[in-house]
């Protein structure tokens, strides 16, 4: 067996590929179920000159982790459902001053602090829209601890590529369950790091885009001075409040993350090339359901999975594509039909049908066999 094989937890993969990616500061708060990834960059930081913090709360963390990146180090805060709430302000000021980051969500039933240690995706709509104002978001949901540790890194990627903050969501039973993970070497993994200015000090502006849209800013201490403000603010750094550059500023930030999409947009399908009806479902559900269309296939009926690794931005002309022809789709959620909504836009309503449990424990692929089931009476 390969010494690189490892039986992780799906924390512990995601501090392992965070730190294979090249992130070196880490500031949080524990908070059940995602404090393995606090303790596990505690331990682990320091050995690679990393730094750890333990901020006094959620808001603080949120803000030293944004600090750090600015001052050019790749950063990772984590936390669960009430401390996502409270990172809100703060990541809009990443979005607005882009901040690369990577912020964990290792979701619990609630709201409010509701069962801390039970499964939930109760968080999909805050992912989006959770920070207030017209943002863009990327927001990445694995649904294997094989995954999490090859979607961390990519999530990384992303956000240094783009120079915005990055969602990556888990749920209680992924990030706690432990599957077996192949580690690969570090000459195999595919890093990405934030461009670094080529001008001169004297004509350096770090809001200036370049040719993708993303502006080249200097990590703070280089000597390149510059302002940094959560502000509308022109190619200086300056607040403006001329409705042009305004425009122009909300625009490119949106436009920076759409004309990636195809880049950026996973999606997995299980038995899809024939299928008449589909499962719609992500993270820990989105296996659950893969063996409820084993289950459906032995009885015959031809059934797909389609299960979106990125789950903001929504590629609806590539999901709509797959979904044109089927005849119902039913989308499986621990939620009261979060994404089911989003579906609802693309497809016919009639035909959507939602999946959905509510009580804090995972749904099993016999119960999802059979809300199939009477959906197709």
């Known amino acids: ?143 294997t601890v094989p995954e999490v540790f090859k979607y961390t890194i990519e999530a990384i990627n992303i956000s240094e590529r783009l120079r915005t903050p990055v969602i990556f969501l888990m749920d209680e039973t992924l990030g706690h369950m432990r599957e077996k993970v192949l580690l690969p070497e570090p000459d195999e993994i595919k890093v990405v790091n934030r461009k670094f200015p080529k001008v001169g000090k004297e004509d350096y502006l770090p809001y200036k885009p370049a040719d993708d849209d993303v502006p080249v800013i200097a990590p703070f201490g280089k000597g390149y001075r510059y302002h940094i403000t959560g502000l509308h603010h022109n190619y200086k750094g300056y607040p403006t409040t001329q409705p042009e550059e305004v425009e122009e500023l909300t625009k490119r930030l949106l436009r920076k993350v759409e004309r990636v999409l195809d880049d950026i947009f996973i999606l997995n399908t299980y038995m899809y090339d024939d299928a008449e009806y589909v499962l719609y479902a992500y993270g820990i559900t989105a296996r659950i359901a893969k063996e409820a269309v084993n289950i459906l296939r032995e009885e015959g009926l031809k059934i797909g999975l389609l299960n979106p690794i990125t789950i903001w931005p929504f590629h609806e002309d590539k999901i709509e594509g797959l979904l044109g022809g089927k005849k119902k789709v039913f989308v499986v959620e621990l939620n009261s039909g979060q994404m089911k909504g989003e579906i609802e836009r693309i497809y016919p309503r009639k035909d959507v049908i939602g999946i959905n449990k509510l009580n804090a424990e995972l749904i099993n692929p016999y119960e999802i066999a059979d809300h199939v089931r009477e959906g197709l009476r």
């Open 1 to 143: 067996m390969s010494k690189n094989v490892r039986l992780m937890q799906g924390n512990e993969a995601l501090v392992e590929a965070a730190i294979m990616a090249g992130v070196r500061f880490f500031a949080g708060y524990p908070i059940t179920p995602s404090s393995e990834i606090a303790e596990g960059f505690s331990k682990k930081l320091p050995r690679v000159g990393g730094k750890f913090i333990q901020m006094e709360d959620e808001i603080a963390s949120m803000a030293a982790t944004i600090g750090a990146s600015i001052a050019g180090v790749k950063s990772v805060t984590a936390t669960s459902g009430p401390g996502f709430s409270l990172k809100q302000e703060n990541l809009g000021f990443g979005i607005m001053a882009e901040v690369p980051c990577l912020v964990v969500n290792v979701q619990r039933m609630g709201p409010s602090t509701g069962r801390p240690t039970k499964p939930s995706q109760g968080d999909i709509m805050q992912t989006r829209w959770g920070t207030h104002g017209d943002h863009p978001i990327v927001v990445l949901y694995p649904t």
